[in-house]
Every structure is written in structure tokens, then in C-alpha cells.
């Protein structure tokens, strides 16, 4: 039983930062990743960055730059941290929990981020 409990969405506008949180309880395998994703209407689903608990990072072109992905092991918890905004950032942002040695992986329920012009 793996939960994930995201937060820190909101508006925001072009050009600010935003902070995402995600925090996972239950029982956590220590070899994972965790990450997120975002998908805007009419849009298929995105990666935007992970991170595995050897710290691992990975991020879409997209995002290089703007946005930091961290996670803190003890707390079983992943940040992201959004810098210089833009519009099309505008998504509903999902986190990912994925056990690397067993193949399963869990996600959130979501949160809207939402850039104004």
C-alpha cells in the first residue's frame, strides 16, 4: 500500500516560480525513482524530471535550466522546483513513484499549475 500526496500548485504568473511537493508513505522499496510528470488538456502525459534515490536526474529539454527535481530519502519525499515560468508550463502535474527492482510504480492524485500571461 503505497500512497502519494502532492501539493504547492497553483497560478502563478509568467516569469515566477512555484514549488511542488510529493510525499510518499506505506512501504518504500529503498531502489526507486520518483518524478514528475504533467499533462495539459488535449495533450498526452510528459515527463518533466525524475530522480532516483541515488540521485540520478534526468529532465526534459523543456525544462533544462528553469526547473530543479530533488528528493529528500529520509522523508520519502520529491520537490521540484520551478523557476521562470512560462504559459505553456500550464499543466496538471502528476507525481511518479517507481520500485526499480520490482517493476510497479504508483502516482498521485495531481495538481494544477497554472501560468498566466
Known amino acids: 500500500q503505497v500512497q502519494l500526496v502532492e501539493s504547492g500548485g497553483g497560478l502563478v504568473q509568467a516569469g515566477g516560480s512555484l514549488r511542488l511537493s510529493c510525499a510518499a508513505s506505506?512501504?518504500?522499496?529503498?531502489?526507486?525513482?520518483m518524478g514528475w510528470y504533467r499533462q495539459a488538456p488535449g495533450k498526452q502525459r510528459e515527463l518533466v524530471a525524475t530522480?532516483?534515490?541515488?540521485?540520478?536526474?534526468n529532465y526534459a529539454d523543456s525544462v533544462k535550466g528553469r526547473f530543479t527535481i530533488s528528493r529528500d530519502n529520509a522523508k520519502n519525499t520529491v520537490y521540484l522546483q520551478m523557476n521562470s515560468l512560462k504559459p505553456e508550463d500550464s499543466a496538471v502535474y502528476y507525481c511518479?513513484?517507481?520500485?526499480?527492482?520490482?517493476?510497479?510504480?504508483?502516482w498521485g492524485q495531481g495538481t494544477q499549475v497554472t501560468v498566466s500571461s
Open positions: 511518479k513513484l517507481e520500485f526499480l527492482l520490482r517493476g510497479s510504480y504508483y
Open positions: 506505506g512501504s518504500i522499496f529503498s531502489a526507486n525513482s
Open positions: 530522480i532516483t534515490s541515488a540521485s540520478r536526474t
